[in-house]
Nanobody, 116 residues
Framework: QVQLVESGGDLVQPGGSLRLSCAAS????????MAWYRQAPGKQRELVAS???????TYADSVKGRFTISRDNAKNTLSLQMNSLKFEDAAVYYC??????????WGRGTQVGVSS
């Protein structure tokens, strides 16, 4: 059974930091391309950052320079370090695992709030 379990979401002030984690099980983690998505109320789910199985990363323009995605293949864990958080970063953050075009898994999400 495939499981992606996110953690680390919290309520922070603008300018604060959070570190999200995603624990993966039931998949050969090291061969999957991984990503973080987010969805704010009333908006579509959007890609925040991705990391390939070889470690190449991409970021949405809105988070470049503030967020860092990383993976630990030995621990089957995906992380997202979020710094300088803004009001517009508030959303539910989802972990995603993809392999080729036929394997695509989602976690249940973790809530990030930004409020003064």
């Amino acid at each position: 059974q495939v499981q992606l379990v996110e953690s680390g979401g919290d309520l922070v002030q603008p300018g604060g930091s959070l570190r999200l984690s995603c624990a993966a099980s039931g998949i050969p983690f090291q061969i999957y391309n991984m990503a973080w998505y987010r969805q704010a109320p009333g908006k579509q789910r959007e890609l925040v950052a991705s990391i390939t199985r070889t470690g190449s990363t991409t970021y949405a323009d809105s988070v470049k320079g503030r967020f860092t995605i990383s993976r630990d293949n030995a621990k089957n864990t995906l992380s997202l370090q979020m710094n300088s958080l803004k009001f517009e970063d508030a959303a539910v953050y989802y972990c995603n695992a993809k392999y080729e075009f036929f394997k695509n898994y989602w976690g249940r999400g973790t809530q990030v709030g930004v409020s003064s």
